[in-house]
């Protein structure tokens, strides 16, 4: 690997960018990496959109560095500019190494790092819209991510079955392909807080999600307009910013008549998570988008929450049907209100039993400290450093039982 440096002037520490496409998710996704990283003695440069994160990040130690991307055109201009930003901000730095995550980071990010002798780990946190809704976008993305990914040390992906497609098509080099399971959830800060109501007449289902159409917003609404002719007393809320960039962003109007006519209560955004997920009994994500492992899931599971989602790619790498919740179809709201109506009428202890094997797969499998793990030993392995030990969680006080991986089946 080549180090770029300039002879009068000493490096203290290595170097890491973090590339991304908001730096929304930098600070809620990977906020222990960052802080870990800091901790370790890196000089840690966040690369990403400004927004109103820049605080919250730069309050951790690190360095934050705006840049311009147009995230859902596909923009020659744009583009060159994005590349030009990102060749200027690593020579300013001296960057070392090089963290990408989401399309045109990982592109981008892959190519110049590898003109500037730079060592990259590019990270797939799901394939999106592009292969959620395939069009002429997704045929031209593909040669590039071939080429730029091709340039990377390692590709990681948050999910086996995005890094059998992208093996199988060609995009990323097999024998660097990395199985890295999801972004990790802070078990210590979201603790267990079992509060699921004894009847359903006290129950309250949360959809928690960017609200976009992919997420399966509309058939959540569906589905608690069928819930409620039997279950009247029943709440089920509704969590999440609206992108108006989106191509399939709900409108706000939308979400409004939906409050009108009593089947939602809209809660708008939040940055405390914890809040809403202690007043819920289930968090349902009816989504059918190019998942990596769903954040909200994972937070979800580790407040020993019992969950409802689509049995689809990153979805079920979490949620085990009939052991921590129910997977329903996708784009299948009759079949979403069928597990609902399951859940409501499940005696109280079999559902408390769901929301226990929640948090025992959240601790043994997705706690942060073994994703962070992950990256220190990289980095280590990269640059001739010796990680300092993470303390990966015990066992948790709820013991998933071993070996029990149920598939989908209707009962009907």
């Known amino acids: 690997m080549k180090v770029m440096k300039n002879p009068n002037k000493e490096v ?16 809620n996704f990977r906020r222990g990496l960052l802080q870990t990283l800091v901790r370790e003695g890196y000089k840690v440069v966040v690369i990403a959109p400004e927004d109103k994160y820049r605080c919250n990040i730069e309050e951790l ?3 934050f560095e705006p840049i311009a991307i147009n995230r859902y055109q596909a ?17 300013a730095n001296e960057v070392q190494f090089v963290i990408s995550y989401t399309i045109k980071p990982n592109i981008y990010g892959s190519i110049i790092s590898y003109l500037m002798g730079i060592t990259v ?3 797939v946190t799901g394939l999106g819209q592009l292969f959620t809704n395939p069009s002429w976008k997704t045929q031209l993305i593909k040669p590039f991510y071939r080429f730029a990914l091709g340039k990377a040390h390692q590709i990681w992906f948050l999910n086996k079955e995005d890094l059998t497609i992208f093996n199988d098509m060609g995009l990323a080099p097999a024998h660097k392909s990395v199985y890295l399971p ?15 109501g004894k009847s359903p007449d006290h129950f309250t289902f949360l959809f928690a999600g960017r609200l ?12 608690a307009g069928m819930l409620r002719k039997k279950f009247p007393n029943v709440t089920f809320e509704m969590l999440g910013f609206i992108e108006s960039d989106y191509p399939t962003a709900i409108r706000r109007e939308e979400i409004m008549e939906w409050q009108e006519q ?14 809403h997920l202690q007043q819920s009994d289930c968090l349902v994500l009816p989504t059918y988008y190019r998942e ?12 020993e929450k019992t969950i409802i989602t689509t049995d689809n790619v990153g979805c079920r790498d979490i949620v085990q049907h009939g052991v921590n919740g129910y997977l329903c179809k996708i784009k299948n709201p009759e079949d979403l209100a069928f597990w609902m109506e399951q859940l409501l009428t499940l005696p109280y202890e079999e559902r408390r039993m769901m929301g226990q094997r929640s948090r025992a797969i959240a601790v043994q499998l997705f706690d942060e400290k073994i994703i962070v793990n992950r990256y220190t030993h990289a980095l280590a392995a990269c640059l001739g450093r010796e990680p300092a030990p993470v303390a990966i969680p015990e066992t948790p006080e709820y013991v998933l039982l071993k070996g029990k991986q149920l598939t989908y089946v209707n009962p009907r």
């Open 121 to 123: 780990i590019a990270v």
């Open 182 to 196: 999801s972004e990790g959830v802070d078990t210590t800060f979201l603790t267990t807080n079992y509060v699921n």
């Open 262 to 275: 009593g089947l939602i209560r809209f809660r708008g955004a939040t940055d405390d998570i914890k809040a």
């Open 75 to 91: 923009s020659p201009f744009d583009d060159w500019r994005y590349f030009r930003q990102l060749q200027r901000i690593f020579r």
């Open 292 to 303: 990596g492992a769903p954040k909200i899931l994972l937070e979800a599971a580790s407040m």
């Open 61 to 63: 130690g690190c360095i």
């Open 212 to 223: 976009m159409e992919e997420k399966g917003v509309r058939d959540y609404v569906v589905a």
């Open 12 to 27: 203290t520490a290595p170097v890491i960018a973090l590339l991304s496409n908001t730096a929304w998710s930098m600070y």
